[in-house]
């Protein structure tokens, strides 16, 4: 095997994650880009993900949902709609 290197800029901080989770896969980041490169060889297909930023509106909703939890501040679990739209209208 003829090996080359390749040399690209990353965040400090993606890199780090990025081989956190490399190394709880048993691998390393060269393995896994090196498959990944052949991936987009073998499908000719570049997949690209990128998670949305939650806006700040979501992420206090969100935080509030999670303080109701763990406070218990919980509606019932309802077997059906009847049920539920009865508890509603109490």
């Given at each position: 095997m003829n090996n080359t290197v390749i040399s690209v800029k990353v965040d400090k901080n993606v890199k780090k994650s990025a081989q956190e989770v490399a190394k709880s896969a048993g691998?390393?980041?060269?393995?896994?880009?090196n498959s990944y490169?052949?991936?987009?060889?073998?499908?000719?297909?570049?997949?690209?993900?990128?998670?949305e930023q939650m806006s700040p509106n979501l992420e206090k909703l969100i935080s509030k949902l999670e303080t109701d939890l763990k406070k218990g501040n919980i509606s019932s679990k309802y077997s059906n709609v009847d049920d539920f739209i009865a508890d509603l209208k109490n």
């Amino acid at each position: 095997m003829n090996n080359t290197v390749i040399s690209v800029k990353v965040d400090k901080n993606v890199k780090k994650s990025a081989q956190e989770v490399a190394k709880s896969a048993g691998l390393n980041l060269s393995t896994i880009i090196n498959s990944y490169l052949r991936q987009i060889i073998a499908t000719r297909h570049i997949d690209i993900y990128s998670p949305e930023q939650m806006s700040p509106n979501l992420e206090k909703l969100i935080s509030k949902l999670e303080t109701d939890l763990k406070k218990g501040n919980i509606s019932s679990k309802y077997s059906n709609v009847d049920d539920f739209i009865a508890d509603l209208k109490n």
